[in-house]
């Protein structure tokens, strides 16, 4: 790849103090940020120039908790309470999921992910494998998990896969995948198998990706079953020791003990404000869990719960429902909930060192959003305007690791087409299989 100059853009790095570079200069080199300037740098003879006027440039959405293949069931169990939607409807449709077909939906999850500038992607999904393998083509970042759950046959099978995969992906495409384990919550692995899987995290030096405290329901029903609250729980198992990054899905419902838990363990949790909404799951109680000290990014959840991939929405409900709920208006600023689709998931993933930022040295995972738009004038202040107006649609230009994956609202390594249209007939079949 030939050095790339993005020149003149209204630059937000997302390094503290998090000021605006207007106008700002970023350079790539290879798969990392080179220089990141508010003075003007002179483009070299082999550089490509990209005109930043009229742009915002900042560091690429990372979703820190999806399902992207579940897009073959967006709109098929709508309005439905989580468990009666997983029980009655998910799980019957999954067990029809063909290799092909979870092919076909991650690469239409990957595709929409990368259109609304997300450049790194935290799965949890059935044969990790074949979502690996469209990550791998797409060119997209990746935490992918080797999922674990008993309401599946064969839980220790399922041990010995997700290992497997673990050892055969950690590092792959070029890097960009990284590989966890994926027990899928309290709920669905036992305490003996939670054990094994812990114990093959910390042989293997990988993190842990889970679902805690989902729902009201979850909650009330743990202490019959384990005689206390699923967080608390797990930690007794000692599921949170010796083990990083732990990457904790929802927390809608933790208590105040528990808070401090996540906080004093590094516990990182993937906020899902869209799909909480959506399953009348609750409200997580982010703001208090940010004064404890715990870090919070943002996730989708799967397209089949949320309906959609698109983080920039994600930012704002985290920005909006926050201050509805508590009364407050501040209780989660503009530049909070962009920190937490950006800098703060990259260290809910355990990245932090690496992407959610635009600094020398970093990753060159940089999206550019098209600010002309009328919802965007006047130009007062964009990190606002970033949060509560942009759309999806603005994203026009996507690097990840210095290659551009989208150009001028273009995908440049996915037919578009062909994965609509076999996505299309990969649902088909499903639904046909499941009467």
Sequence with gaps: MSPTLIAGATVLPMEPPEAVLSPGWIRIEGDRIAAVSALPLASQPDEEVIDGTGFLALPGLINCHTHLAMTLLRGVADDQPLMPWLQETIWPLEKHLTSEDLYWGTALGVAESLLGGVTTVCDLYFQPAVTARAVAESGIRAVLSGVVMEVLPDPERQLEQATKFIGDHRGGADGRITTVFGPHAPYTVGAELLRKVCDAARRLGVGLHTHLSETREEV?????????????????????????????AHCVHPTDDEIELLA??????????????????????????????????????GPASNNNLDLLEEVRLAALIHKGVSGDPTAVPALQALRMATRDAAAVL???????????????????????????????????????SARASDVRTVFVAGKALVRDGMLTTIDADLVRAQANAA?????????
């Design 220 to 248: 009330e029903n743990a202490p019959r079953e384990f005689g206390m609250t699923p967080i608390a729980y797990w930690d007794s198992l000692g599921a949170f020791d010796g083990i990083a990054p732990i990457i904790a």
């Design 264 to 301: 004093r363990k590094g516990i990182g949790v993937a906020h899902n404000p869209g799909a909480n909404l959506k399953l009348a799951a609750g409200v997580a109680p982010v703001p208090q869990m940010l004064r404890a000290g715990v870090t919070v990014g943002l996730g989708t959840d």
């Design 350 to 388: 355990g990245m932090g060192d690496r992407i959610g930022r635009l600094a020398p040295g970093y990753q060159a995972d940089v999206m550019l959003v098209d600010t002309r738009g009328l919802h965007l004038a006047p130009t007062t202040n964009l990190v606002s305007h970033l949060a509560y």
């Design 427 to 435: 649902t088909q079949r499903l639904l046909a299989a499941a009467r």
